[in-house]
């Protein structure tokens, strides 16, 4: 049901469980979690269309998971821009890409580096431009009756009280500059005095959830600030067409991004990213801190990274700043930031938009419970401490880190000054790459809604395993009807009970019924793919993470269930 306008002074006032500010792909992402759990909520953004840039293009297979959960996975799969089967690979190339030296991984496999960790998840990984991606997620939120969206609507006010918050709003200017949230031209948003002007409403919600970019209004307004590393660089991002190089890439294996290292560049790329495969590209490189596309040969830096001279079409020109940057906290009161909002950083790895998701998905189910009533106050206070320190070491360990190892590797390296310590050392550079995916499993072990071990921490620094244990992402099996557990998994909690003892199982159901957590059953033998688990009885929360494994129920059920359920 739409909740009903109040005229309130000269502005309209409109309440709502949740209020999302920021439409991109985690705002979106987040209303289609809370509208298919029936919670009211209202999204604004800005934008009435999503920006033309490709931006996130990779996404993993645990977000395919997501998009399966959301009722848009075959949508998402028809939505790719490049032909069916086209690999999803990665090559790598020495000084430029007509260099003798190139790795290419995963480039002839059609689902790149995610071909390594496909067991371990229900869904293969895709590529897409992210402006397609969104535009799958807004079409699932049409479906959704309890969503409002406001596109073409931006917030200029967040304020918090006791009970709730309130989001001041104006429709967006038609002839304002497209706003780039992640960009070096675009000012950090704040509170705007909205006391004064026409057309102005006022939404009235329980909670807020700033999905809205790295210059994030909410995050601003709530005092919370971020910390990280400032690399001082400034990047451009380019978006052109040419069919040249695309000609020319022919000489690779079929691949979708190519990276270019130069010892002069310090570890960062140069980086070619396919949009379709024919003519589209996106690029983004270092360049002089005070470079404009006016006082700066783009073309000519194409042409260095490239090695060659090509033509090609310019659509898109814009700069932004190489830093890592991450919220000091991701929530105050009943205000939530989620995605770039809360963590910021350049796209190596392609971390940004998948880890965005991820929150979107972990936020969303706990919000809902809390405002179903099945929640204690630790469940909303478990998205930090889950979501926080999976962030922190990702932006360390994999994005710094990456960048720091490529800077040592390359000072230290050099076919110039010798060329078998140096190919000795590409092989090898080449070789360790496959273990890569496999060493990336975030997990929630030390989260106090978890019943982990003791002293347990969350981490990314995980193992890719089916052996069911509490913190970490299910892995798929087949149940003996053929379906996959993961067709069978509910909106709730699930407890996979494999061979388990009649009397075990109804103690557990007994103890989920006493804090009314949603808990459906799914009975099976402990045969086959199902004794990888190594545990008869699985219990796994709403967004597949097993929260406790063990053979017999444990003599503290109704404890087991309290805790899971944050109280
Ligand atoms: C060149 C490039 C390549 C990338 N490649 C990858 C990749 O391969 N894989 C990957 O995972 N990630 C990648 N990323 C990162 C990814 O694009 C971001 O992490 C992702 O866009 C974050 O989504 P978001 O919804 O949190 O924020 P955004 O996409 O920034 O969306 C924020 C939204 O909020 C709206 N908004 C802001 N303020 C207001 C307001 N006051 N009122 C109303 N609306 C507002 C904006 O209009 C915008 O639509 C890449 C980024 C770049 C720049």
Request: aromatic share 10%; net charge negative; hydrophobic share 35%.
């Amino acid at each position: 049901m739409r909740p009903t306008p109040v005229l309130l002074g000269r502005s309209v006032v409109v309440g709502y469980d949740v209020a999302i500010v920021g439409g991109g792909p985690v705002g979106v992402a987040l209303a289609v979690e809370l509208g298919q759990r029936g919670i009211s909520c209202v999204l604004i953004e800005r934008h009435l269309t999503p920006q033309p840039i490709p931006k996130g293009q990779g996404l993993t297979n645990r977000s395919l998971e997501h998009f399966y959960f959301w009722r848009c996975v075959d949508e998402l799969r028809a939505a790719r821009v490049m032909p069916p089967g086209y690999p999803i690979g990665n090559v790598t190339t020495y000084s430029t890409l007509t260099s003798p030296y190139y790795h290419a991984l995963g480039a002839r496999s059609s689902q790149g580096r995610g071909s390594d960790v496909q067991d371990y998840y229900f869904q293969r990984n895709e590529r897409l431009p992210q402006y397609c991606t969104e535009a799958v997620l807004r079409n699932r939120l049409k479906q959704l009756p309890s969503v409002s969206t406001l596109f073409g609507w931006t917030a200029e006010r967040v304020e918090l009280d006791d009970s709730g918050t309130s989001i001041t709003i104006r429709p967006s200017n038609e002839g304002d500059d497209p706003f780039y949230s992640w960009s070096a031209d675009t000012e950090q948003q704040i509170n705007q005095d909205s006391s004064r002007g026409e057309g102005r409403r006022v939404l009235r919600c329980t909670y807020a959830v700033g999905c809205d970019g790295g210059r994030s209004l909410v995050r601003e307004s709530m005092g919370i600030d971020r910390g990280g590393r400032n690399f001082e660089q400034r990047m451009v991002l380019a978006v052109f067409r040419s069919k040249e190089l695309h000609e020319f890439l022919n000489r690779f294996p079929p691949a979708t991004t190519y990276r270019v290292m130069k010892p002069e560049l310090q570890g960062y790329w140069q980086f070619f990213g396919r949009i379709d495969v024919g003519e589209g590209f996106f690029f983004h490189a270092p360049v002089p801190i005070d470079a404009t596309p006016d006082n700066f040969d783009l073309l000519g830096l194409l042409h260095d990274a490239a090695g060659f001279p090509f033509h090609a079409e310019f659509d898109h020109i814009g700069f932004w700043d190489l830093r890592i940057m991450l919220a000091s906290q991701y929530s105050l009161g009943r205000i939530y930031i989620a995605g770039d909002a809360c963590h910021q950083h350049p796209p190596y790895g392609g971390f940004g938009l998948n880890t965005g998701l991820e929150d979107a998905v972990n936020l969303g189910w706990k919000l809902a419970a809390t405002l179903q009533g099945w929640a204690g106050q630790r469940l909303l206070a478990s998205y930090d401490e889950e979501r926080r320190p999976i962030f922190k070491e990702t932006g360390e360990a994999m994005i710094a880190g990456g960048i720091d190892r490529d800077r040592a590797w390359l000072e230290r390296y050099n076919p110039a000054r010798d060329r078998a310590e140096f190919e000795r050392a590409w092989a090898e550079y080449g070789s360790s790459w496959g273990m890569q995916p496999r060493a990336y499993e975030p997990h929630y072990e030390g989260s106090r809604v978890v019943i982990g071990a003791e002293g347990a921490v969350c981490s990314i620094h995980g193992r890719m395993s089916f052996k069911a244990e509490a913190g970490h992402h299910l892995a798929p099996v087949e149940l003996s009807t053929g379906r996959n557990v993961f067709e069978e998994l509910s909106d709730g909690f699930t407890l996979l009970a494999f061979g388990a003892r009649e009397g075990d199982v109804v103690s557990l159901e007994a103890a989920a019924r006493v804090h009314n957590l949603p808990l459906k059953v799914i009975r099976d033998s402990y045969r086959e793919g199902r004794s990888r688990y190594a545990s008869q009885l699985v219990l796994v929360r709403p967004d597949q993470y097993v929260v406790w494994a063990g053979d017999a129920a444990p003599p503290d059920a109704t404890g087991v269930m309290a805790r899971v359920a944050g109280h």
